[in-house]
């Protein structure tokens, strides 16, 4: 069993920047891809961002490409999420999520994540 934790979030003025991360117990951390998801209230679940377990190539929501980065540390069991130039629109609860590993399904498809945390509020004022 796998378990996610994910900190960094909080209020930032537009423009300004965020890091999350998000710490994963066990020790099939390194084969497994990781995402990023958010919701917004009265939205569904989209995604935000993943890595791959094993060549480490990175995907991003047209959205927040060229803003947000996505990173992980296999030697700490950390996936991070650099934010920058946030907008309101941003403002979600992020959510961290793990395949199983050795899985490679849809790296956008929330049904392809198999370990979910219990998200990190980002709130972007204007």
């Known amino acids: 069993q796998v378990q996610l934790v994910e900190s960094g979030g909080g209020l930032v003025q537009a423009g300004g920047s965020l890091r999350l991360s998000c710490a994963a117990s066990g020790r099939t951390f390194s084969r497994s891809t990781m995402g990023w998801f958010r919701q917004a209230p009265g939205k569904e679940r989209e995604f935000v961002a993943a890595i791959s377990r094993n060549d480490g190539n990175t995907y991003y929501a047209d959205s927040v490409k060229g803003r947000f980065t996505i990173s992980r540390d296999n030697a700490k069991n950390t996936c991070y999420l650099q934010m920058n130039s946030l907008k309101p629109e941003d403002t979600a609860l992020y959510y961290c999520?793990?395949?199983?590993?050795?899985?490679?399904?849809?790296?956008?498809?929330?049904?392809?994540?198999?370990?979910w945390g219990q998200g990190t509020q980002v709130t972007v004022s204007s």
């Open positions: 999520a793990a395949m199983n590993p050795y899985y490679s399904g849809s790296y956008s498809r929330s049904v392809s994540y198999a370990y």
